[in-house]
């Protein structure tokens, strides 16, 4: 028994470390880059923030409103030939400028949604020794599960603030014909889907200490 949830435990550990590495790189890479961006910028001839190359990239998912119909093509090197495609994910550099604002409260979201990734994994390990340990059914477990399933939650709400600023006003500034920009493939519901189940699975376990309680008291 012990040895089935052990491995289930290090496959679940593994998708929260996923996460949080996928977070960091896609969030924290776009967020490093636009910072050096900025300070160069500021170094060398104070340019605003529309002038700065890069400094507002924006990643955006798009999809071909004909996919039987090509009217994009990428070079293929294997073949040094130009070849039909249509294009999903696409990094854009806009001349929108964002809110000083706006650009704070997209830094602090990226710092909190990387610390309750952080929190939820320390959590979860500590939830995995409890159990292995062998205790199971107990009131700690409970609000352990349901901590866990509140930063797994918060986690979800900050990860998905920078990608709203990101395409805040976006179709002012951009449009693609043949193409339909989707605004919601880019937010990652995964921790919101893990942080609900270990809400769930905390009022289970709730609700049978509660009967087991009551069960003793009338012993």
Known sequence: MKRSLNILTVLILLVLCFSVFEFTKI???????????????????KLTQ???????????????TNFGAYKDSIYNEATSAF?????????????????????ILKNI???IALVAQV?????FIKL???INRGSIFCWKNVKGLRKLGVVLIIAFVFNAIPHIISLYNIGDYFSLSNYNINYTELISTMNLTLGLISLIVAQVFAMGLKLQEEQELTI
């Open 50 to 64: 529309t002038e700065v190359p890069g400094m507002n990239m924006k990643a955006l998912v798009i999809t071909p």
């Open 27 to 45: 969030v924290g890479s776009a967020a490093i880059d636009g910072f050096n961006a900025g300070y160069e910028a500021c170094e060398e001839s």
């Open 119 to 123: 929190l939820a994994i320390i959590w």
């Open 128 to 130: 995995i020794v409890a």
């Open 109 to 111: 979201s990226f710092i």
């Open 83 to 103: 070849i039909p495609a249509h294009f999903i994910q696409v990094a854009v550099d806009l001349d929108n400028e964002v809110p000083l604002g706006l650009y």
